[in-house]
């Protein structure tokens, strides 16, 4: 459960709220680092912390794309493919990390590295075509350029290097009044 697994987070989160309900967000994103995905449990989970009906955690779950319902890979590729990334060349970059990691579009690696998903609209359109690998933008992108950011993850990963992402970063904005 969360409260066990976080306590003192969930002690700074609820400090931030005048209201614990609304503190789902960051409770969703303590749940995703814990399940590794918004699983059934991890939903149940967050409702029963916060006093609210699962489907209305699911419900967000479902409309913001940083929350994922399904098992996801260490590193997720989310690329950009609305019409700025589009003309820019979104869709062959989408197709070069499908081939380059062995996956269609939305498929996980064997070895649980890479996730490849197309979202709409990052909103660095003046840097097109993106991508957003764990909530870092890597922006101007082309195929050398993606090649190079795939080997430097998995690079980092050999190193031991940590993912930046997600919690990490979220526990850090706790600290901050």
């Known amino acids: ?102 996956i269609e579009e939305g498929g996980t690696t064997d070895d649980g590295m890479f996730t490849v998903k197309t979202v709409m609209c990052l909103a660095a359109c003046d840097k097109a075509p993106m991508l957003q690998v764990n909530l870092r933008y890597e922006e101007n992108l082309d195929e050398v350029k993606l090649d190079a950011l795939i080997e430097r993850l998995r690079k980092d990963d050999a190193d031991g290097v940590a993912p930046y992402y997600g919690v990490e970063a979220f526990k850090e904005s706790l600290k901050r009044k």
């Not at 309900?21 to 399940?35: G, I, K």
């Not at 912390?49 to 940083?66: K, N």
Request: charged residues 25%; glycine residues 4%.
């Open 1 to 102: 459960m969360l409260i066990d697994d976080y306590p003192a987070e969930i002690e700074a989160i609820f400090a931030k709220y005048p209201d614990k309900r609304s503190a789902v967000l960051p409770a969703m994103y303590l749940a995703q680092d814990s399940y590794g995905y918004m699983s059934e449990e991890a939903i149940k989970d967050v409702a029963a912390l916060l006093d609210l009906e699962p489907t209305q955690v699911l419900s967000l779950a479902g409309f913001y794309t940083l929350f994922y319902e399904e098992p996801v890979g260490k590193y997720v590729l989310e690329i950009c493919n609305d019409l700025p990334c589009a003309l820019c060349g979104a869709d062959d970059l989408v197709e070069a990390a499908c081939n380059k990691l062995g």
